[in-house]
């Protein structure tokens, strides 16, 4: 809705995948791609089921230019990933809101992927593994390696689909409002209220782990008390 | 993946929206509809294009059983749902990190809403002002009256959209991991990391407000410094 600046324009690597409203906004390259992706904590995931779009939050890990996903065997949207669906992804990262001297120059602060392909079901033994760490090590580095190994029964229980990163495109607003110059003197507090994901004091679960271990770590996305760093 | 409890089966108010999935994690009272969407801060609103799915975060409002969405006229996401179309809506808070003593058993807490519907444009122009209220005051509740009213050109570069809740459900995980009774011997810390979205310290425009206002109020799910409240 606001005039933006315009911060150039990248090339985005299909035309679904370009960015229209505020193209200024946008960025392709897949650095950036991968830093807002390691950082965002769930992803919303997006097909078509009897002609009509579902969305659906869910966890998330990255290797490389692959994004995996996974759940039970019985899950009716990894089995239409699995094989082959079209699915659009989003992690987005709320970073502030915007409050402009007028309504129309309200705005949020954001970092935002949007992914689009067509799911791919994992099959080879070691990419399933791969996936499942990268699914559970997303917020918590070293988190799979820190477990005893998953079971063949649970394995057994699990999908995994991998989604190509190459159609993807990053969105970006930081900064202040953009205000019109004759609402500059509008009574009205017009500014940044910075937003992030804070971790709080983590909870032990009952009964308590038979040993002393240490507690885990977080990905530098999320803040957290002294304890954790 | 986790074998969760099962707190009661409640009636889904059609089937697209019945939760499948952890169905013991669904609830489909309006009321917890409303608690979800108003502590929500950003939607992701999925629709149809060419066949394939889309998906793009955006600010929303919500006035009685009505979420309001809204853009500039020239987003072909609004146009197309201003003419009709299917949308699933989805708005997730984040509670914590859900760590198991084995990876099948390691979660979020979460609670979240999507919500199946057509769109409708909204041409009224009282309810054009309420939604355009609702979505700039969701966060910020009276920010909209504390603002100088939109001028007749900033409404007619303005699209509101309009969905019916009616078709809507909630999922909701809380609580501490549900490890296998073998494994609670595991060597490894297990509990619940709480996540929350917080508010810093208020960072003023550039150049400041001529005069003294008073700062924002901020919606109760969004914890802040002292100086909000």
Redesign the interface.
Known sequence: ?EQEQDAGTEMAPSE?ARI??HADRARYGMDEVFAVLDEG??A??????????????M?FGRVEDRLYL???V????LQALGQGA?????V?I?D??V??????K?S?N?R?V?V?GRGREVTDPDEIVAG?RAV?SH??PG??D???P?TRR?LS??RVVALQLAESAVKVRSG??L?YPE?????????????????????????A???A????I?QPG???PERFS
């Open positions: 809705m679904r229209r409203q904590v769930v919303h995931v997006a097909l078509v089921r009897d002609g009509t779009p579902v969305v659906v939050p966890a996974h759940g039970g019985a899950s009716r949207l079209e699915a659009s992804v989003a987005t709320l502030g809101l409050l402009g001297r007028s309504a129309i309200h949020m954001y935002s949007v689009h499942l559970t917020n918590l988190r799979w820190a477990l005893r998953a649970e229980a699990t202040g409002p205000d609402d500059l003197d509008e009574p009205t507090w017009a500014g940044v209220i910075p937003l992030r994901l804070t971790a709080g004091e983590p909870v032990p679960a009952s009964p782990a038979a040993v271990v240490a507690e885990p977080l999320l803040t957290a």
